[in-house]
């Protein structure tokens, strides 16, 4: 079996099928693991699951919620590290509608166990939100309803301690 990118979304296959049959196809899909798995199915005569039925991956969402709606230069940054961190926990080719909140809640732990303060916890939180939020408006997530979000509670902050000589500058303003 032989799969070869062509352009962007779209691989080359060539495959014997189960009858003996060499197979020539265009196969529509993101990453060319995804196009490989395909060509399995259809070589064992299968019907391969369509990208749109099997939904989008974790991976795509998160590209896709990058471009319409990270788009400024400060947020896109930031957004740009917790995406990847997402993309790692969850893996880059797990279906968005397969993230339960128990996938959510053990990734908390994980992360927890990883000494990442709440503040950071709540960021990765958001944004996965947010792309859930943002993947009911598209046909092809298979997200019918987002897993419930928990928020961790973050400390107050630092506590400054004011020196000497900023409380005798403060007095003598007054």
Not at 87 to 99: N, Y
Not at 102 to 122: H, Q, R, Y
Request: overall charge positive; proline content about 2%; hydrophobic content about 35%.
């Amino acid at each position: 079996m032989k799969v070869e990118y062509v352009t962007k979304g779209q691989y080359k296959a060539d495959f014997r099928d189960a009858m003996g049959r060499r197979v020539r196809i265009t196969i529509a899909a993101d990453t060319k693991k995804l196009a490989i798995s395909q060509a399995k199915l259809l070589a064992k005569g299968e019907v391969a699951n369509d990208y749109n039925a099997r939904g989008i991956t974790v991976y795509n969402a998160m590209r896709r919620a990058d471009k319409e709606h990270y788009s400024n230069g400060k947020t896109k940054r930031s957004t740009a590290v917790n995406m990847r961190q997402l993309e790692c926990q969850f893996g880059k080719d797990t279906l968005l509608k397969d993230i339960t909140r128990e996938t959510v809640m053990d990734a908390i732990e994980d992360w927890k166990g990883d000494d990442k303060s709440p503040a950071t916890i709540n960021r990765r939180l958001s944004l996965l939100s947010k792309v859930f939020r943002l993947s009911m408006d598209w046909s092809d997530s298979g997200v019918k309803v987002p897993p419930k979000m928990p928020k961790l509670k973050e400390s107050k902050g630092k506590t400054r301690v004011i020196t000497m000589e900023e409380e005798l500058e403060i007095s003598t303003l007054l």
